[in-house]
Structure formats: C-alpha cells, structure tokens
C-alpha cells in the first residue's frame, strides 16, 4: 500500500509531488533520456513493440514496459510543452487505441497525481482514471479518523481494471464529490469483466470494479477533479488520441492511394487531408492557449478542440471506408481493428450535449466580448 506515501497536501507538498511523479529517483523529468526526446523514444519503442492487440494482458504487458522504460514520463499539460505531450499520445494512437486508452488514462493520473498534491508515485506503478458516473454505479467513500477514505460501491467503465496496479476513482462523501487514490492489490476489490462484450476496444476489457472497504487516500478537495485547470486540458488530450488513430488510418489509406490512385480514391484523401488539417490546427492552437493560460479554464477551447477532432476522425473513418472498400476491412488486420475501435473511442465524446454545451458558452462570451468569429 502507497497510503503513507500519498497526501492531499499544501503547495510546498504540491512542487515535491511534481518532482515525485517526475522521478522517484530524485532525478528531474527532463534529465531522462527518454524525456529529452520523448517522441524519438516512444516512436523507437512502438516501432519495435510486438503484441496481440486484442488481448487484454497483452496490453497491460506493453503498458509496463512502457513505464519502465520511463516512456510515460511526458510533459505535463501547461508545462509549455503541452504539443510534445499530445504528440506522444497520438503516436501511441496510431500504434494501437487499445494501448492508447490506457497509456493516456495512465499519464492523465501522473498528471492529475502532480497537480493535487501527491507525493512519490510507487515506482513501476500503472494507474487508472476511473471517473466515469455510470447511473448504477456510484461508490461511497467514509473518512475515517486517521484521515484515510473506505470505499464501498461499483464503478463502471473501468479500463485497464486487471492491467494496472492503482487507480484514481472519483467517489461521494454524502452529496460531496472527491477523488480517492488507492492501490489495487487488496483483498476488498474485485473485477468484473462479464458484462464488456464490446467488439472496438474489446482489448481494453473496461470491466466493474467493486470495493468493499477498500482503503484509499482523498486527494485534494471536495469537487477538486473537476474544478482544477488540468480537468478540461486532460479532456483534450484525449482529442489527440483521436487525432492520432484517425492519422494512422489516413496513413494506411494514403498507402493504399499511393499504390493504385484513381479519381475516387483521390478525391477521398482530398477531403481526409481537409479533416486532418483543420484539426490538427486546432489543436496546435489550442496547446499553445493551455500553454500560455495554464491556470485558465480551458473548458470551451477543449469542448471546441474535441468536437472539432471528433468530426475530423469520423470523417476519416467514412472516407477511409469508401475509398479502400471491404479489402483491407477484412484482410489487413491493423486496419480492420482501427476501424472498429475508432468509432467507439469517439463516443466519449458527449456529441450533441457537448454541441449545445459549447453553444451556451459561446453565446455568453459573444454577449460579454462581441462576435468571436471574426477573423
Ligand atoms: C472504450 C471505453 C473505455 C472507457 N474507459 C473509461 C475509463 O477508463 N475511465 C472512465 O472514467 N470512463 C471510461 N469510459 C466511460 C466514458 O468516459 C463515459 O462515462 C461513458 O462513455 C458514458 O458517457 P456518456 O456521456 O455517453 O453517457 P452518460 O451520460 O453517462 O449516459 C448516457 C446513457 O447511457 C447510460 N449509461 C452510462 N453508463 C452506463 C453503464 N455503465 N451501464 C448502463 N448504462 C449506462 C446512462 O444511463 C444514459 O442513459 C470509457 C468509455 C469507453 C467507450
């Protein structure tokens, strides 16, 4: 157990838990070789890496030698190098988004870990995000007198659950939302995947966990997740993932194209070209607004960023279709899994309620800062 060791804590606590999560080692972030040129070492590691995607322990084996490989030492979100950050989730996007889901859930808890106050992540530790509030699914958390949280209910949607050694779960005392950090390996939490028949991201095995009196440490405080500036950021880090699975389709089609262009053929890769471009813009440009704002909250710029990004992607997924045809869905077995997992990675994204929701906050700016599509 990590419990001694984890403390929603003051601001001096704050900076020491940066470092912690940096390097257990005492070593700074940016002296890791693979955090001088993260990209160049993760690229390397992916282009070596060999693992049957569709297996949920092969998965959790190539997230661990990622980690102690230090590949998930990335920038922090509004570090000032938020770009380098997304890039690397989108490489490991393209490579696989199986992979990609926990990677990111992994690196988002290393970054939620240094914003609220944790210090010395256990070393080798894989970490879960386990926020997702499924309508039967909600888990109690009592504090007790030793400042420890118990934790009694299920949480849905939790990806990695058999893969990774800890979790960060959102939980409720009374009507007060927090954020519990606890390590998996005890006896009172169990893992239920019977209920996971999905076909894209089968991989991820996003299972149940259930806790019954599992201990865990509060970070931060009460509605501290959401409200902390790194909430929307992380929210746009998963707009990379996509961004970067709908490149590495683009890609293979591209390969395709290359090799037997015809006017059709073309004209799809026209219009995924006019996709891409238009968000990867976007989240150029929205990196450098977390960058120059890191206190800021990010929410319309991320829910603008996802939505453009998701667009984007389900525009790769339909031109990819139709320009390649049924071949390679059915015989080039990289492709075949992109085009399954993409589509249901894209539904974390709200759609319409997340339409509407940037809707309202652009009609407030527009009433309080005049026509903000102006150019
Ligand atoms: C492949 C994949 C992996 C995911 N991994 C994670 C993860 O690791 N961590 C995490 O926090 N979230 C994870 N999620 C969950 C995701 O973040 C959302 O919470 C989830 O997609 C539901 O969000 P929503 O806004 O569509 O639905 P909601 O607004 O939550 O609900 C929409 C409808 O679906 C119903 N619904 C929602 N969840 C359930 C459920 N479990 N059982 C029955 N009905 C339900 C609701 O009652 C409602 O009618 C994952 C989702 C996917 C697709």
């Not at 960058?291 to 960023?305: N, V, W």
Request: proline share 4%; aromatic share 6%; glycine share 8%.
């Amino acid at each position: 157990m990590f419990d001694t060791r984890i403390r929603a804590a003051d601001h001096e606590a704050k900076r020491r838990a940066h470092a912690a999560v940096q390097g257990d080692d005492g070593v700074a972030a940016n002296d890791q070789d693979s955090v001088k040129n993260p990209l160049a070492a993760l690229d390397a590691f992916l282009a070596r890496a060999s693992f049957d995607a569709s297996d949920p322990a092969a998965l959790g084996g190539i997230l661990r030698q990622m980690v102690d490989a230090r590949l998930d030492r990335l920038p922090l979100p509004g570090s000032g190098q938020t770009l380098a950050r997304w890039r690397a989730l989108a490489a490991v996007a393209a490579r696989d988004l199986g992979l990609v889901k926990l990677f990111e859930g992994h690196t988002d808890a290393l970054a939620i870990l240094a914003e609220l106050g944790a210090v010395a992540v256990p070393a080798g530790s894989r970490w879960g995000v386990w926020a997702a509030e499924a309508p039967d699914a909600r888990v109690l958390a009592t504090p007790l007198a030793d400042g420890e949280l118990r934790l009694a209910g299920t949480k849905a949607w939790c990806s990695g659950a058999a893969a990774v050694t800890h979790a960060l779960v959102t939980a409720w005392v009374g009507d007060a939302p927090v954020l519990a950090a606890l390590a998996l390996d005890q006896p009172s939490v169990s893992i239920d995947t019977h209920h996971w028949h999905a076909v894209g991201m089968q991989a991820t095995a996003s299972g149940d966990v259930t806790f019954d009196g599992t201990r865990a440490v509060q970070l931060g405080i009460p509605h501290g997740y959401v409200r902390r500036p790194g909430f929307w950021q992380g929210g746009a880090g998963i707009a990379a993932c996509w961004y970067g699975a709908a490149a590495g389709l683009a890609s293979m089609m591209a390969e395709a194209v290359a090799a037997r262009p015809d006017a059709h053929r073309l004209a799809h890769m026209g219009a995924v070209e006019v996709a891409l471009a238009g968000a990867a813009a976007v989240l150029h440009e929205t990196a450098a607004q977390i960058d120059a704002h890191p206190a800021e909250d990010m929410q319309s710029a991320t829910l603008r960023a996802r939505l453009v990004v998701e667009a984007a992607a389900a525009a790769v997924v339909e031109h990819a279709g139709r320009a390649l045809g049924a071949a390679p869905l059915c015989r080039n077995e990289r492709f075949a899994r992109a085009m399954a997992d993409l589509p249901v990675f894209l539904r974390q994204s709200h759609a319409e309620r997340d339409l509407a929701a940037l809707a309202e906050r652009s009609l407030g700016q527009r009433r309080d800062h005049g026509d903000p599509w102006l150019l």
